[in-house]
T-cell receptor, first 117, second 117 residues
Framework: GAVVSQHPSRVICKSGTSVKIECRSL??????MFWYRQFPKQSLMLMAT?????????EQGVEKDKFLINHASLTLSTLTVTSAHPEDSSFYIC?????????????FGNGTRLTVT | AQTVTQSQPEMSVQEAETVTLSCTYD???????LFWYKQPPSRQMILVIR??????QNATENRFSVNFQKAAKSFSLKISDSQLGDTAMYFC??????????????FGKGTKLSVIP
């Protein structure tokens, strides 16, 4: 149980275009999902917390207008990278937990490798 | 704010041997959980083990165990009988409150473990 599906796994786009990444909780409902970014050989950095039915909460330094997050249902959150530039190339990972408490582990999607040319 | 420190960027171990990865953290909380995640070359984040702070007994999951020293704020991971499939990045993680009753994870910088045949 507790499967998180992320799509696409890999995407290449041209500079200036937008890319949408989907994150789905397949066998549980997630009122909150988290979007992380990971640069090569580095740790995961939280970008934003996606809240079902309300606005996402962004971490300091993350551009809200560039990284649009929509959490339209209890099983789907999307991250749209708008007007992508080569510096946006990275590995993006979504995650969710089955419970709300601090004892509940995060379950991760397989990640999306974004390359902007 | 909680911080998580992994002081060993890289480690290696011979197959079938035992290796210990270190993690220290800082928090003012009295009750919490700690997690170790593994990220193999596929980049899928996999939960290895978790420890409840108010439990004195160290958590164990098959070949993986922790040495939890609450007073010292230390949470090391021991891997016994290392296998080639254990080759991965290992991240120590601590829950941080993200608002609206939800918790996200703060990750250490990771330790790259290589198991040598």
């Amino acid at each position: 149980g507790a499967v998180v599906s992320q799509h696409p796994s890999r995407v290449i786009c041209k500079s200036g275009t937008s890319v949408k990444i989907e994150c789905r909780s397949l066998d549980f409902q997630a009122t909150t999902m988290f979007w992380y970014r990971q640069f090569p050989k580095q740790s995961l950095m939280l970008m934003a917390t996606s809240n079902e039915g309300s606005k996402a909460t962004y971490e300091q330094g993350v551009e809200k207008d560039k990284f649009l997050i929509n959490h339209a249902s209890l099983t789907l959150s999307t991250l749209t990278v708008t007007s992508a530039h080569p510096e946006d190339s990275s590995f993006y990972i979504c995650s969710a937990r089955t419970g709300q408490g601090y004892n509940s582990p995060l379950h991760f999607g397989n990640g999306t490798r974004l390359t902007v040319t | 704010a909680q911080t998580v420190t992994q002081s060993q960027p890289e480690m290696s171990v011979q197959e079938a041997e035992t290796v210990t990865l270190s993690c220290t953290y800082d928090t003012s909380e009295s009750n919490y959980y700690l997690f170790w995640y593994k990220q193999p070359p596929s980049r899928q984040m996999i939960l290895v083990i978790r420890q409840e702070a108010y439990k004195q007994q160290n958590a164990t999951e098959n070949r993986f165990s922790v040495n939890f020293q609450k007073a010292a704020k230390s949470f090391s991971l021991k891997i016994s009988d290392s296998q080639l499939g254990d080759t991965a990045m290992y991240f120590c993680a601590f829950p941080a409150y993200s608002g609206a009753g939800s918790y996200q994870l703060t990750f250490g910088k990771g330790t790259k473990l290589s198991v040598i045949p």
